[in-house]
């Protein structure tokens, strides 16, 4: 049974934002303010089944795993973004049993990051702002969760996983992240590439989808009949049509 998870509303959320963008200008370690409660925290008004701290606390280590040999006073290095990128994904879909209409709300993501985890989101992004930090589509993990739920097992079978311009290109336009097939179909269009400039093809790709899609309405169609749309946009793509 999935489970819904607290959530932290704007103004609460800014208050705490506020306190770790100063702590960290005093230099203070960003542990402090790890937590698996809020005073301010509720939950989903509909009722249901609600996780607890334990589980709470289990998400918490399953991400704390993945990052155990980084310092996180020093941050991630940027060459290694992208793999710990894939791999906190992976922790997060592993250990969060979350209800999937709960995982829509900014606010559950904003309290996931700015209580549980406000140390390994800073890591990750070290300017401490409102779009990686407040719950929105451009969450520290809330957009590593969105990407494993929809490609996590393409990824992990690809012998060159997407680039972070690559993924961006998918999960940030919000007519093509909204089909979760259309998604998939691009991921696997673009790892199969043998474009000599992968990113560059991808990018070129990306724009012919959109032009090709956006007339029409997806939701009848398989992740196959989508992958042929795909791989038939890409050869027209690259034999210069």
Known sequence: MTTLYPRLALRAAAERLDELR???ESGESLQQFVAFRHPQAAWAPTGGSVCSETDLERVRAAV???VSDVDLDEGISRRRQASLDLAIGR?????????????????????????VLPDVAVARFSEINGE?????????FRRLWI???TVGDLMQAAANPLGEDEMVGIFERSELARNRLLCRAMARTVLESTAPNRS???RAFYKRVRFHTGAYSLDLHSEDDLLQLCKGIAAGLQGGR
């Open 147 to 149: 990407r494993d739920r």
């Open 200 to 202: 560059e093809f991808a």
């Open 64 to 66: 704390l795993e993945v």
């Open 132 to 140: 990686r930090m407040l719950g929105g589509h451009r969450n520290v």
């Open 22 to 24: 100063e702590a960290r």
């Open 91 to 115: 922790a997060l879909t592993g250990a969060m049993d979350i209800n999937p209409a709960d995982a829509g709300h900014d606010s559950v993501w904003a309290f996931l990051t700015l209580v």
